[in-house]
């Protein structure tokens, strides 16, 4: 049922809430209680002064009766329905849900919201502890200190018979290695304290995070670089976000790849040949004459165009990512080994584009297209460098785009129009994935299996 055909069941919501009988009510706007029974059972049509006279009887303003809930409330309970696999005719009713019962869509909503909050901080906690290097390493530290310091007492304990002078040197290995366990253990605590907001809500900053957060605050953006009126070294020096010498190396690498790239294909150009041609990458390479990677980069960087964006080198380490909506990108390395980036860094040079929805993020459907070339020259007996990336587009962009550019502009020449396949199911990270049924997964799901 049409939004605005529900008045009437707001009418009657509003007021069994206020605890008013359907006949006081009908005796205090002056029509039958019949007529009334009619309109909130949405059976009149109901407006003007009637609507007026019934929004003061039950104090409230005449758009929460017209209008009702708002459109996010709805479209919340929407995507907490196909999350749950909702059938289709169900999900149908949630304006009318929102419309007869407002308190219980808020609190559903609301717990909806709460729940996909919480999924966020244990794939964050998880994949930390999993993957972090620099966690992995401070508690490797710790550990193998106390080990050391509790090998030196057993011997002193154990041995009635040792010299002055090697008991000496003994006490001294542990006052020392005591000294470096404190010194660990107080860095290993600072690093778990260190937050950048001041309600401690963000975790502590590794150098790749520090990069995210740079990259972040410039909107993944950099018209001064773009102009030439920047260096990337300049940039480099005024970043707050970069404290620690590794993530200036990276973000310098980053920077001078985006100068280059910068060289080849004008941003300005770039946008309007996106108006013109839409954005499909391959389409764009043979407009430009540019490699395909190139293209990639320089889309994930136009400030207009919704994307996310995300490289690896030949180990599969995450070295770039560029978050977008209802698409999890985990916080280090141990990505899923389905996505389009891996298959095209197995084949450098070949163009990968497909269709993919991830598993447990309200069923959102996007366009990937995934390119690799390799970052060296080729040499005799040597392996070579690649560096895969994958573009990510919200479907819905690559179908507006086919409407208004007309079916055949996505084919490209020898292209995919991705839009027309089956999507490709993936996830974030295999620890927070709760697809049971995966070729790809590594290790069992921290979450509910049931996908």
């Given at each position: 049922?049409a939004?605005?055909?529900l008045?009437?069941?707001?009418i009657?919501?509003?007021r069994?809430m206020?605890g008013?009988r359907?006949?006081?009510?009908?005796r205090?706007?002056g029509?039958?209680?019949?007529?009334?029974?009619?309109?909130?059972h949405?059976?009149?049509?109901?407006?003007?002064?009637?609507?007026?006279?019934?929004a003061s009887?039950l104090?409230?303003?005449?758009a929460?009766?017209?209008?009702?809930?708002?459109?996010?409330?709805?479209?919340?309970l929407r995507?907490?329905?196909?999350?749950?696999?909702i059938?289709?005719a169900?999900?149908?009713?949630a304006?009318?849900?929102a419309?007869?019962?407002?308190?219980?869509?808020?609190?559903l909503?609301g717990?909806?919201?709460r729940?996909?909050a919480?999924?966020?901080?244990i794939e964050?906690?998880?994949?930390?502890?999993?993957?972090?290097?620099?966690?992995?390493?401070?508690?490797?530290?710790v550990?193998?200190t106390?080990?050391?310091?509790?090998?030196?007492a057993?011997?002193?304990?154990?041995?009635?018979d040792?010299?002055d002078e090697?008991?000496d040197?003994?006490?001294?290995?542990?006052?020392q290695?005591?000294?470096?366990?404190?010194?660990?253990s107080?860095?290993?605590v600072?690093?778990l304290?260190?937050?950048?907001?001041?309600?401690?809500?963000?975790l502590?900053?590794?150098p790749?995070e520090e990069?995210?957060?740079?990259?972040?605050?410039?909107g993944?953006h950099?018209?001064?670089l773009?102009?030439g009126t920047?260096?990337p070294?300049?940039?480099i020096e005024?970043?707050?976000?970069l404290?620690?010498?590794?993530?200036r190396?990276?973000?310098l690498?980053i920077?001078?790849?985006?100068?280059?790239?910068?060289?080849?294909?004008?941003?300005?150009a770039?946008?309007q040949?996106c108006?013109d041609?839409?954005?499909?990458?391959l389409?764009?390479a043979h407009?430009?004459n540019?490699?395909a990677s190139?293209?990639?980069?320089?889309l994930?960087t136009l400030p207009?165009?919704?994307?996310?964006f995300?490289a690896c080198d030949?180990a599969?380490?995450?070295l770039?990512?560029k978050?977008i909506d209802?698409?999890?990108?985990?916080r280090?390395?141990?990505?899923c080994?389905?996505?389009?980036?891996?298959q095209?860094?197995?084949?450098?040079g070949?163009?990968?584009?497909?269709?993919v929805?991830?598993?447990?993020?309200?069923?959102a459907?996007?366009s990937?297209?995934a390119?690799?070339?390799?970052?060296?020259p080729?040499g005799?007996?040597?392996p070579?460098?690649v560096?895969?990336?994958?573009?990510?587009?919200?479907?819905t962009l690559?179908?507006e785009?086919?409407l208004?550019?007309g079916?055949g502009?996505?084919q490209?020449?020898g292209?995919?129009?991705?839009g027309?396949?089956?999507p490709?199911?993936?996830?974030?990270?295999?620890r927070?994935c709760?697809?049971?049924a995966?070729?790809?997964?590594?290790?069992?799901?921290?979450?509910?299996?049931?996908?």
């Open positions: 049922m939004r605005e055909g008045t009437g069941s707001r009657r919501e509003r069994t206020s008013m359907q006949a006081d009510l009908a205090e706007i029509i039958s209680a019949s007529y009334l029974n009619l309109i909130e949405n059976r009149r049509r109901i407006g003007g002064k009637l609507l007026v006279n019934i009887a104090g409230v303003e005449p929460a009766l017209s209008e009702g809930a708002e459109a996010a409330l709805i479209a919340t995507e907490a329905a196909v999350g749950n696999a059938s289709d169900e999900l149908d009713r304006d009318e849900f419309g007869r019962f407002p308190g219980w869509a808020e609190i909503a717990a909806h919201r729940v996909n919480l999924e966020r901080t964050t906690l998880t994949d930390r502890l999993a993957h972090d290097p620099q966690l992995a390493a401070s508690l490797h530290e550990l193998s106390a080990a050391a310091i509790r090998s030196t057993s011997i002193l304990a154990e041995s009635k040792i010299s090697w008991r040197r003994f006490h001294n290995n542990i006052d290695d005591s000294r470096r366990l404190s010194d660990s107080k860095a290993l600072g690093y304290d260190a937050t950048d907001g001041q309600d401690g809500s963000d502590a900053s590794s790749q990069v995210d957060a740079f990259l972040i605050e410039h993944y950099f018209a001064s773009e102009s920047q260096t070294e300049a940039l005024d970043a707050i976000q404290t620690s010498m590794a993530g190396h990276i973000a690498g920077l001078k790849q985006m100068q280059r790239d910068a060289r080849l294909v004008d941003l300005g770039l946008q040949a108006a041609l839409g954005p499909d990458p389409q764009l407009h430009f540019a490699p190139v293209i990639l980069r320089r994930a207009d165009l919704v994307s996310g995300v030949r599969g380490s995450l770039v990512r978050p209802h698409f999890a990108l985990p280090f390395g141990a990505a080994p389905l996505w389009p980036m891996f095209a860094i197995a084949t450098p070949v163009f990968v584009s497909h269709a929805q991830q598993v447990g993020r309200n069923n459907e996007f990937c297209y390119v690799a070339e390799q970052t060296q080729a005799y007996n040597t070579p460098l560096q895969g990336m994958m573009l990510i587009l919200p479907a690559n179908r785009d086919r208004k550019h079916n502009s996505h490209g020449k292209g995919h129009q991705n027309t396949q089956t490709l199911h993936v996830g974030s990270t295999c927070v709760a697809r049971s995966c070729p790809g997964r590594r290790e069992p799901s921290i979450l509910s299996e049931g996908f």
